[in-house]
């Protein structure tokens, strides 16, 4: 497994899960200032300045309630009993569905502040959350964070987790990098490249991550499984379903107020 400390400087260590992060609001940003070039995104009145306030708001959305999710949907038993390792970020531990809550929370206040509709909001930076998302695995990855499950001895790129013992896994961080993240990134910024109505492409993310997540879940070592309609699911498949629920109902609404698609702006009442 990579060495998770990027630069040691003294008793100061940099670690690639901390830069990870900072490359996912980094991206943010510079996909956030191309997203407001589109011409329908422009006509709605967004601009640069925003995505600067925007921030703010996020990174707290984002740390504070991943980890949030981290301790109250994973390991409560755990954190209630060691409290203080609740601040211990920088040892890894981040809720992505918490993370979504939060970034919602956020949002919701940046949203009455600048006087636009949070959904209106959410339809703007939806098209970025999924490449930050696949920095934050990657950084999993290299934290030795998430293994997968037991893979066949002949996959080439099954791994070693020395953190759980000597037998080959999947190297599941790297396959929700690169399905929840970057091939998410991909189909979500291309369709909301055109004017969608106001809901769709908020519905369209929460749908698809929903789905990804669902189906890169069978190869990580789940946290935890419950029974549902008589299935067994991992912890991260059953926070998934209510995305899925989510994106349906949002793309069903979106399409039904909208007698053709127009931009945000024109659907905002």
């Known amino acids: 497994m990579p060495d998770p400390v990027a630069i040691s400087l003294g008793p100061v260590a940099i670690r690639w899960y901390g830069l990870m992060y900072l490359a996912a609001f980094i991206q943010f940003i510079v996909l956030g200032r191309a997203r407001i070039r589109q011409a329908h995104i422009a006509a709605a009145g967004w601009k640069n300045e925003h995505l600067d306030d925007m921030l703010f708001y996020g990174v707290l959305g984002v740390v504070l309630g991943g980890r949030l999710g981290e301790v109250l949907f994973y390991h409560p038993a755990y954190y209630f009993s060691h409290p203080l390792e609740i601040i211990a970020v920088w040892k890894g531990g981040m809720s992505f569905h918490g993370g979504f809550l939060g970034v919602l929370v956020a949002m919701w206040f940046w949203s009455r502040k600048a006087g636009r509709p949070l959904m209106e909001v959410m339809d703007f930076i939806a098209p970025m959350v999924p490449l930050g998302y696949a920095f934050g695995r990657i950084g999993n990855f290299i ?24 037998l080959p896994r999947h190297p599941s961080p790297l396959y929700q990098a690169a399905v929840d993240g970057v091939l998410l990134f991909i189909i979500l910024w291309l369709y909301s490249r055109k004017p969608r109505p106001f809901m769709a492409v908020s519905g369209m993310f929460s749908l698809l991550y929903g789905c990804a997540r669902f189906f890169t879940e069978y190869f990580r070592m789940p946290d935890y499984e419950v029974s549902f309609a008589g299935l067994t699911i991992s912890a991260g498949q059953m926070l998934s379903l209510p995305m899925i629920v989510l994106g349906i109902v949002l793309l069903a609404i979106a399409y039904r107020r909208s007698d053709t698609p127009g931009t945000t702006a024109s659907l905002r009442s």
């Open 143 to 166: 934290n030795a964070e998430l293994p997968g499950r037991l893979a066949d001895p002949s996959l080439p790129w099954a791994m070693i987790w020395p953190n759980v013992d000597s």
